[in-house]
Structures are given as C-alpha cells and as structure tokens.
C-alpha cells in the first residue's frame, strides 16, 4: 500500500488570471511521484465507438475541494445535492484511460446510481445510504468496489489530511479491481456520450454562476475562448475538470424527513440550460428510465448539440440558482 502525502500548493480565486500553470499539487507516493495537471480534455473522435466506462463517487466538502484529483481526465461529471444541500460528483472515465489517482473518494446515494447507470454498471466508493448499499450490494445492476471493505489493499490515504477527506484509489489499485470485473457488468457504450455538433447562434454567456447561497459553495464558471472550455471555481478553489459543456437540469430534489437524506428524481422531464462556446442555450431534458440516456432538446423540440470534450453537469431543485452573463 503506498502512503500518499499532498503539498500545500493548490490554484485560489486570486490566481484565476495564471490559470496557464501546469502544476495545481502534488502527491509524493512511496514508489511514485504525479501530478494533477490543468489541461485541455483530448476531443473524442467525430466518428462513434465504443468503450466501457467505471464511475467513482468525488467528495466536494470544503476541506476536500483543493485535494480533488482525477477530475480533469473524467468524461463526463454528474454533481448534485448531499444532506445540507452541498453538492457531490460522481465521475465516470474510461478503462482505456485510466487517472493515475482519483479523489478524494466518498459514500454513494441512490440517485447518483439512477443518472450514470446508463453507461456503467461499476462504481467505486466508501459507504453509502441504506438504500444505496442494498442496491449496490446485491450485484443485480451493479458491481461495487467499497473503500470500507477494501481500504487496506486497494486505496490509500493522505496523511497530510484529515479524514474521512483524504481517500483516494490510485492507478494500480483500480486497473486490478477492474480486473475482477465479470463481462455482465462490463457495459460498452459509445462515444460521444451525447450527440455533438455545431449548435445554432444564441446569446452569449461567458460568465455562469450557480447560486448555493454560501460563498463557501458558490460556483462560477468563466469560458475560456482559446481552449473552448470554461474555468470552474468553487468557493475560492479552481477546479482541476476543464468542461466544454455546462449543463443545469431542474430535478424534483426532496427532503426526506425521517432518513435525513435527499430524493432526486433523474427520470422524467424538465427544463434545463447548456452552456457551450461561450453561449446559453434554454431547453428540455427528458429519460424514460435509467437504462436511458438524458435526452436535450430546444423549445423547438430539436435536439441540442453538446461541443466535443468534458461534460458536467448539475441537477437543481429550480434553474433560478442560475444565471449568467
């Protein structure tokens, strides 16, 4: 087991005009040294095939979000609502290409499992709800790996950080678990994950902010012409994901009284907005089940293009958390 240690060094809001560096940190293993770079996401290729994909749950508290890494090499990141209406990730990359760390890791809930089961069937994380650990558990839908169980061979900790916010699962230790994988849970899907292509003119928005009524937890999103992505900023920390699409879907969120948890709907309809090249673009969202896809649509009903490259997108109880400019 490697024992991984982070440097202080990670990119603030002050320093959002350097965003040119190479270095956000550092981790120092005991057999290996790498780092997270800020790079562009290669672009897919503009013709389909087919990989498989494994989804990791990514903590966002606070005193985790400058340790986030990985995130830069996801295909596509899905964020919503934990308990106190803070957010979460789930993470979805490929088994051709796999991060050489991911992190850090945390519990799972059972909506995160409805919106990326479309595409994968395996999931790693640490714990979880009762409902999400029963669905994960009895390996009809999924394939779990679980830090709780697995801590001691396959993950490791940051010492430099106080836990439970510092579990990450490294290169070896995902290429050997996902080895174990039987083919049943092994899905191949293709790629885009999403239709892609040249969108029709619209307003502009170079500016997105999604409202969490906490400075602490706001996000603002900034687009970057030259690399057509934007710069995520959450509270006072640049993110390592550079999207070229931002997506907001209005989902029924609900809290549950009697669990202290949260329900998400991610199967119907609703409003949304995507933000690509610099514009907004105000639409539908529809899924029949969660073996469907996330379908997008504009108020004419015609499909809505994402850009080739990362995806992320967010699920919110109303789309007035968001605004632009």
Known sequence: MHIVSFSEEYISIEEIKTIEIDEILVIESKNNIF???ISRLPLTSPFSSKISLFAIMVENHEDARRY?????????IQEFYV???ISRFVALFSMDDIPEAI??????????????FPWSSIIFHAGGSPEALDRVEDF???INFNAIYLEDDYFVRASSIPAPHNLYIEEEGLSSLLSEVAEGYNKSVKIPLFPVGRAKNSS????????FYNPTHNVKYTYNKARSEYIRVNGDVISPAHPSNVIFLEMKTEEMPHEGRLSVKTVGEGDMLLFRSGKVYEGTWSRESINDSFEFYDYLSE???LSKGQIWMTGVDTLSKVDWE
């Open 35 to 37: 780092k997270s770079i």
């Open 68 to 76: 986030h890494l990985g995130l830069e090499e996801a295909l596509l």
């Open 83 to 85: 308990e106190g209406f």
């Open 103 to 116: 992190g850090p890791v945390r519990s799972i809930r059972p909506y995160f499992l409805d919106a990326f």
């Open 140 to 142: 009809e839908d999924f």
């Open 204 to 211: 502009g928005a170079t500016i997105v902010k999604f409202n």
């Open 303 to 305: 499909v809505l293009p």
